[in-house]
């Protein structure tokens, strides 16, 4: 602590030097200095590189010259169009390849690729399908022919559909556009947040009829962990609601049942695949709950991480913030672990809004208030001097998801993205997908090229990439130890990584 004074007081005065000094024309060593200075407090600007590193570096930042003076640079266009773009570079190629770490921000109900969903589980036996008023679909597997309810008034065997229809290629392909946002004309087909918003909300129903068929659910987990692993991921920490998962029968399981099944699934994974080192929960539940709902299941959590202290890592709240009610207005319940005397750890999404000055943009601060473990989008923190001044101090990695971030629309032009700043300060911070299969991307390679090429631009180098990969396992949930397992597989991996490029 008293050398850290003295390292700023001496910065400080170091500067008032220059100031000085620089009255007259500038000393360019002094220049050279200041420059190395600012770029030692971006992310990753600490990171020392060994000779092979350097020589990675070197061929990334002629890359990134390279694809900034094309004539369509991939960040500046909506994700959707710039897809096709990203898979051609050789930068995408090469992030593919690295070693990323952790996914640490993403929901069940889009780990897994819609064409596996579509092309896969749709064609099991019992599958049935409802088309609603809304031009939306439902699923539900059943042993006999579902009874009408409000959303759907006649159930159809997809079998059967199929086959009268004949062409099943066609009808796959607009299954698979009620399970995804993706589309040709993205600024066409949402015009704005609500709509898109609307949409995105649409396609989580939808899949849900799928995934929470219990044999599905078993399938889906170790198929969203062989993609992850596929993108060179070690480890996921899955944002879920644990929903009511339900048999051929029409018989329900409890939260519990789920929680045990994604246990064993990850065990059996592990055991299948060594290198993978797990993956846990944090439960969550909608902000449009009532204040007594979310008493009871931060309750359940509670119960839960007691009962799965390995499986389950805390507790958030879900949904669109500008639409949904603000952290302040769950103090009550929110206040439960701390007036029981136990611990639940938070990992809340706040600052997910462009709604500045709004008791949603508030939300920021509550999470600190509530003493989150992290911060999920953090989109607003960069207009919040104080809150990321606490969440700094307090070692709060913000959760940047930046396809969703452009996606849902808070940002067209992913250069502009607020966390430019944050990666400039060097601010605690790891990437992730947050809805990968709603996007239509998977694992976090995409995210990684948006946030590397595009938000960190030609600052952000070798050791910006080296650093956000260990920061996934270091701000993971993760007991010491494991992290400490996890840094060695993962510079194992590294190594092998910069070799293979080098």
């Not at 024309?25 to 200075?37: G, K, V």
């Not at 879900?318 to 207005?329: C, F, N």
């Amino acid at each position: 602590m008293v050398m850290s004074i003295f390292q700023a007081v001496v910065t400080y005065v170091s500067l008032l030097w220059f100031v000085r000094l620089s009255e007259g024309f500038p000393d360019p060593a002094q220049r050279d200095l200041l420059m190395r200075q600012e770029a030692s407090r971006q992310t990753g600007g600490r990171v020392a590189l060994t000779e092979a590193e350097q020589m990675l570096d070197l061929h990334l930042h002629q890359l990134k010259e390279q694809e900034m003076s094309a004539a369509l640079f991939p960040p500046a266009v909506h994700f959707f169009k710039a897809k096709p773009l990203i898979q051609k570079s050789p930068i995408f190629k090469l992030l593919q390849d690295m070693p990323k770490g952790a996914a640490l921000h993403i929901h069940t109900s889009s780990l897994v690729g819609v064409e596996w969903l579509v092309k896969n589980i749709t064609y099991r036996p019992h599958c049935y399908i409802c088309f609603t008023w809304d031009n939306s679909v439902r699923f539900l597997f059943s042993d006999r022919q579902p009874f009408p309810r409000w959303d759907c008034f006649y159930w159809q065997l997809l079998e059967t559909l199929r086959a009268r229809i004949g062409n099943t290629e066609g009808f796959d392909n607009s299954l698979m556009q009620h399970l995804t946002l993706f589309t040709e004309d993205p600024d066409g087909e949402y015009p704005s947040q609500e709509v898109v918003w609307e949409k995105f909300e649409k396609a989580f129903i939808a899949a849900a009829g799928l995934i929470s068929h219990a044999p599905v659910l078993t399938d889906y987990f170790y198929r969203g962990l062989e993609e992850l692993l596929q993108d060179n991921i070690m480890y996921l920490e899955l944002r879920s609601g644990l929903s009511r998962t339900y048999e051929l029968d029409g018989s329900i399981h409890d939260k519990v049942w789920a929680l045990k099944t994604f246990q064993e699934v990850t065990r059996t994974f592990k055991e299948d695949h060594p290198d993978f080192l797990g993956a846990r929960i944090i439960i969550s539940v909608h902000r449009a709950l009532s204040v007594s709902e979310v008493k009871a299941a931060v309750k359940e959590a509670i119960q839960l991480q007691k009962d799965f202290p390995d499986v389950v890592a805390g507790f958030d709240m879900v949904g669109r913030e500008d639409s949904g009610r603000t952290l302040w207005y769950f103090r009550d319940a929110l206040s439960l672990p701390a007036e029981m005397g136990v611990t639940l750890p938070y990992f809340f999404h706040a600052g997910e809004t462009d709604e500045e000055g709004t008791d949603v943009d508030q939300n920021l601060m509550d999470a600190l208030l509530f003493n989150t473990t992290r911060i999920g989008h953090g989109f607003a923190l960069a207009h919040h001097p104080l809150a990321k001044e606490l969440s700094r101090k307090r070692n709060v990695a913000v959760e940047l998801c930046p396809i969703s971030n452009q996606v849902l629309k808070l940002v067209s032009d992913l250069r502009n993205h607020p966390a430019a700043v944050l990666m400039s300060e060097g601010h605690p911070m790891v990437i992730s997908s947050d809805d990968p299969s709603l996007f239509g991307t998977t694992g976090l390679s995409y995210d990684f090229y948006e946030a590397f090429v595009g938000i960190g631009g030609l600052k952000a180098n070798l050791g910006t990439l080296k650093e956000l990969a260990l920061n996934s396992i270091r701000y993971s949930s993760l007991p010491a130890h494991l992290k400490d397992t996890g840094v060695v597989m993962w510079q194992r991996k590294w190594d092998a990584f910069i070799f293979k490029h080098t």
